[in-house]
């Protein structure tokens, strides 16, 4: 079955860095879309970032932009999200995610993603 296995979180101070992974299997990995999403306690998920299989782009959250950034191996079926200048308004639970056959306009919504990973804490203090 596909897993989606993220790692990589914890606690930081603002400011700092921090670089999560997501392993995937189960899938034929460069076929599919990677996004990653956040969530806090009562809130929807929130979209932050996403990649296309294949090349196919990146799209990114403009309230991240400039600070995170979203990569793919495909030779290890791992997708990465680099995360640097840390505020605390990014503490949340972070999640990986994986579709097929997404189009571009849609690539921001949770509901369009097939598969999800148990998530990973990111506590950023001040």
């Known amino acids: 079955q596909v897993q989606l296995v993220e790692s990589g979180g914890g606690l930081v101070r603002a400011g700092a860095s921090l670089r999560l992974s997501c392993a995937a299997s189960g899938l034929t990995f460069s076929r599919y879309s990677m996004a990653w999403f956040r969530q806090t306690p009562g809130k929807e998920r929130e979209f932050v970032t996403a990649?296309?299989?294949?090349?196919?782009?990146?799209f990114i959250a403009d309230i991240v932009k400039g600070r995170f950034t979203m990569s793919r191996d495909n030779a290890k079926n791992t997708v990465y999200l680099q995360m640097n200048s840390l505020e605390v308004e990014d503490t949340a639970v972070y999640y990986c995610a994986a579709g097929a056959r997404i189009i571009n306009s849609s690539i921001r919504f949770a509901r369009q993603y097939d598969y999800w990973g148990q998530g990973t804490q990111v506590t950023v203090s001040s």
């Open positions: 990649i296309k299989g294949n090349g196919g782009g990146t």
